[in-house]
């Protein structure tokens, strides 16, 4: 049982270029998220999806796009990629809060993208 | 808005100490509190889940409880050993929005001291 796994682990990119950064998850979870960790600023919700095909904006949406075209995969997309964007990327799943005694949610190793 | 708040930022304690890590939150709505740690460079891995029915759970060497109705949440860790040294998070999860996202706190930095 894998979890939650993010790919890749580590990226450097130059300004303007795009990337695309996949979760995939093997515990059948409705919803899926993806985070960014920055110092001094928690993590912050970028984008979302809770079921396959569904997807909407988080707290700090500008500048990604996503798609949730299988249920077990989530993918983030930077069209331009900006010095700003430079952080970690964490993407977690979990069943729908809603069910007591589920709802845990499960993170993946993250994602170091430098901008430069 | 749902906030989350953990203090303190940081802490250092000797080796065996028992301490305690607090986590508070502006809204009592809640469905769920999960504690997390963080070592450096790594991901998040999932200690302990309170749902909101819930007083307490125990894990080992680690009790967290939940008190929803004043908005708090502690983490206790009976006798640190140095191995505890990590960030440790607490999130909330909330029903306002759509998304039921989890609301993070900035974390508590421990460092266990040999």
């Known amino acids: 049982n894998a979890g939650v796994t993010q790919t890749p682990k580590f990226r450097v990119l130059k300004t303007g270029q795009s990337m695309t950064l996949l979760c995939a998850q093997d515990?059948?979870?409705?919803?899926m998220y993806w985070y960014r960790q920055d110092p001094g600023m928690g993590l912050r919700l970028i984008h979302y999806?809770?079921?396959?095909?569904?997807?909407a904006k988080g707290e700090v949406p500008d500048g990604y796009n996503v798609s949730r075209l299988k249920k077990q995969n989530f993918l983030l997309g930077l069209e331009s990629a900006a010095p700003s964007q430079t952080s970690v990327y964490f993407c977690?799943?979990?069943?729908?809060?809603?069910?007591?005694?589920?709802?845990?949610?499960?993170f993946g190793q993250g994602t170091r993208l430098t901008v430069v | 808005k749902q906030e989350v708040t953990q203090i303190p930022a940081a802490l250092s304690v000797p080796e065996g100490e028992n301490l305690v890590l607090n986590c508070s939150f502006t809204d009592s709505a809640i469905y769920n509190l999960q504690w997390f740690r963080q070592d450096p460079g790594k991901g998040l891995t999932s200690l302990l889940l309170?749902?909101?029915?819930?007083r307490e759970q125990t894990s080992g060497r680690l009790n967290a409880s939940l008190d929803k109705s004043s908005g708090r949440s502690t983490l206790y860790i009976a006798a640190s050993q140095p191995g505890d040294s990590a960030t440790y998070l607490c999130?909330?999860?909330?029903?306002?929005?759509?998304?039921?996202?989890?609301?993070f706190g900035s974390g508590t930095q421990l460092t266990v001291l040999p």
């Open positions: 977690a799943s979990s069943f729908s809060p809603i069910l007591v005694q589920m709802g845990e949610a499960f």
């Open positions: 515990m059948n979870h409705e919803y």
């Open positions: 999130a909330v999860r909330s029903p306002s929005g759509s998304a039921r996202q989890l609301t």
């Open positions: 999806s809770v079921g396959e095909g569904t997807t």
């Open positions: 309170i749902q909101s029915s819930q």
